[in-house]
């Protein structure tokens, strides 16, 4: 069965600090990743998607890939209260447009 | 980038009635939607595939007769909660296919869909 495992937090972190959120998967096959943002009461919007090993950057925030390991990672540099949402991680196998979408984890940044 | 509307946004219903929730591509015809189901702080779930001209593909667990879905045209997929009982409650959201660079897809979500059945 495929699964993504995340810790549902809160992770809270002050304004401005480093906001890291991670996201494990169990199938081997999956080759591409994305990380989504979901503010209460909304839909999911996209923020990050990686596919390869390593880590991809864009403007505040870079996602990580380690497939050996089976981990990807958020990171959110100089966090803003408006950051303040629940983040899901999700993989999707080759070949395959339907991801499979971890439970997210809460973020909370305070002033 | 590519826009899905869900309409109503929000729904309150009487035991046992019918509801109707359209998703639309606004910008872009889509092929294939999907329809999930989100429960308080619980992941999505996928319910089902639901593929332009042709009968929608259910999850595992997902009763066809009771959430019936129609895919008429290329920009317009319907999920009519039949007989809805208050554990229905619960939010739902499609979204649409759009093809990035390659061979990779994204999906781009519409709003969701807020149902109360009371």
């Known amino acids: 069965q495929k699964e993504v495992e995340q810790n549902s937090g809160p992770l809270s972190v002050p304004e401005g600090a480093i906001a890291s959120l991670n996201c494990t998967y169990s199938?081997?096959?999956?080759?591409?990743f994305f990380w989504y943002r979901q503010y209460s009461g909304k839909s999911p919007e996209l923020i990050m998607f990686?596919?390869?090993?390593g880590d991809k950057e864009d403007g505040r925030f870079t996602a990580q890939l380690n497939k050996a390991s089976q981990y990807v990672s958020l990171l959110i540099r100089d966090s803003q209260p408006s950051d303040s949402a629940t983040y899901l991680c999700?993989?999707?196998?080759?070949?395959?447009?339907?991801?499979?979408f971890g439970r997210g984890t809460s973020l909370i940044v305070h002033p | 980038g590519a826009v899905v509307s869900q309409h109503p946004s929000r729904v309150i219903c009487k035991s046992g009635t019918s509801v109707k929730i359209e998703c639309r591509s606004l910008?872009?015809?889509?092929?294939?939607m999907f329809w999930y189901r989100q429960f308080p702080k619980q992941s999505l779930m996928l319910m089902a595939t639901?593929?332009?001209?042709?009968?929608?593909?259910?999850e595992q667990g997902v009763e066809k007769d009771k959430f019936l879905i129609n895919h008429a045209s290329l920009t317009l997929s319907t999920l009519t909660v039949t007989s809805a009982h208050p554990e229905d409650s619960s939010f739902y959201i499609c979204?649409?296919?759009?093809?990035?660079?390659?061979?990779?897809?994204?999906?781009?979500f519409g709003p969701g869909t807020r149902l109360t059945v009371l």
């Open positions: 990686i596919y390869s090993n």
């Open positions: 639901s593929n332009e001209g042709s009968k929608a593909t259910y």
């Open positions: 979204s649409a296919r759009v093809p990035l660079a390659g061979h990779y897809n994204e999906q781009f």
């Open positions: 999700a993989s999707s196998a080759g070949g395959s447009y339907i991801p499979t």
């Open positions: 910008d872009f015809q889509a092929t294939t």
């Open positions: 199938d081997r096959g999956s080759q591409s």
